[in-house]
């Protein structure tokens, strides 16, 4: 049987819920565009994979619900895990997992800053990648910085949106893009993008 919650903690609860479901259907309702992003530059199946394993996530959230904020996000990194495949299963997976591990049930801002930062170095671990090299850490990365410095929602959204599309002109140097050389300059990557939707979907919800 489900323990009892609080009145508090249900609200922060069906508020997770509510920023994980938006932030799926985001990039769910961005297949098309990924897959042709992917196509340029990469295997072609990045919108189709992500689609795949966030289908698979909004299936689990019904059993979600009422768990702590750390296993909440723990699962879904397992699911991510499971189900994306490609190289964006074990990456995007790797990020919740982290995040799961480091986030207190009721994170202050600072928390969720520290948990980003140790989530981003899980990322470059697992991929053995860094900034720079026009990967999905583009966008995370200086969006944990503003993050940790304060700046507000929509800020955070902006600069997302804007990191995602400075990865354009970028030699790839991880992922099947590097084998392009220059040729994979003047695409944005699709890690990048669908990352960047993931955080301007959060940003919307916590607005709203």
Same mark, same amino acid.
């Given at each position: 049987?489900?323990?009892?919650?609080?009145?508090?903690?249900?609200?922060?609860?069906?508020? !997770?819920?509510?920023?994980?479901? +938006?932030?799926?259907?985001?990039?769910?309702?961005?297949?098309?565009?990924?897959?042709?992003?992917?196509?340029?530059?990469?295997?072609?199946?990045?919108?189709?994979?992500?689609?795949? /394993?966030?289908?698979?996530?909004?299936?689990?959230?019904?059993? *979600? =619900? /009422?768990?702590?904020?750390?296993?909440?996000?723990?699962?879904?990194?397992?699911?991510?895990?499971?189900?994306?495949? /490609?190289?964006?299963?074990?990456?995007?997976?790797?990020?919740? $997992?982290?995040?799961?591990?480091?986030?207190? &049930?009721?994170?202050?801002?600072?928390?969720? +800053?520290?948990?980003?930062?140790? +989530?981003?170095?899980?990322?470059?671990?697992?991929?053995?990648?860094?900034?720079?090299?026009?990967?999905? *850490?583009?966008? $995370?990365?200086?969006?944990?910085?503003?993050?940790?410095?304060?700046?507000? *929602?929509?800020?955070?959204?902006?600069?997302?949106?804007?990191?995602?599309? &400075? !990865? =354009?002109?970028?030699?790839? $140097?991880?992922?099947?893009? %590097?084998?392009?050389?220059? =040729? %994979?300059?003047?695409?944005?990557?699709? /890690?990048?993008?669908?990352?960047?939707?993931?955080? &301007?979907?959060?940003?919307?919800?916590?607005?709203?």
């Amino acid at each position: 049987m489900e323990p009892a919650l609080h009145t508090s903690e249900r609200a922060e609860s069906d508020l !997770t819920l509510r920023i994980v479901r +938006a932030a799926a259907e985001a990039v769910i309702g961005h297949t098309d565009e990924l897959t042709a992003l992917d196509q340029a530059i990469g295997d072609g199946d990045h919108g189709i994979n992500m689609k795949r /394993g966030l289908e698979a996530v909004l299936a689990d959230l019904p059993q *979600l =619900r /009422g768990k702590p904020l750390g296993e909440m996000l723990k699962a879904i990194g397992m699911k991510l895990v499971m189900k994306v495949g /490609g190289a964006s299963g074990p990456l995007y997976g790797t990020l919740a $997992l982290e995040l799961g591990k480091h986030m207190p &049930a009721s994170p202050s801002r600072g928390d969720l +800053a520290a948990a980003f930062a140790a +989530a981003i170095e899980a990322v470059k671990a697992r991929g053995k990648s860094d900034l720079a090299q026009k990967t999905m *850490l583009d966008v $995370l990365a200086p969006v944990q910085a503003k993050l940790a410095e304060g700046a507000d *929602l929509c800020a955070i959204k902006a600069e997302a949106l804007r990191a995602a599309e &400075a !990865t =354009r002109p970028i030699q790839a $140097l991880r992922g099947r893009a %590097s084998f392009l050389g220059e =040729r %994979s300059i003047g695409h944005v990557d699709p /890690g990048a993008r669908s990352a960047a939707l993931f955080v &301007a979907a959060i940003c919307d919800t916590l607005e709203g």
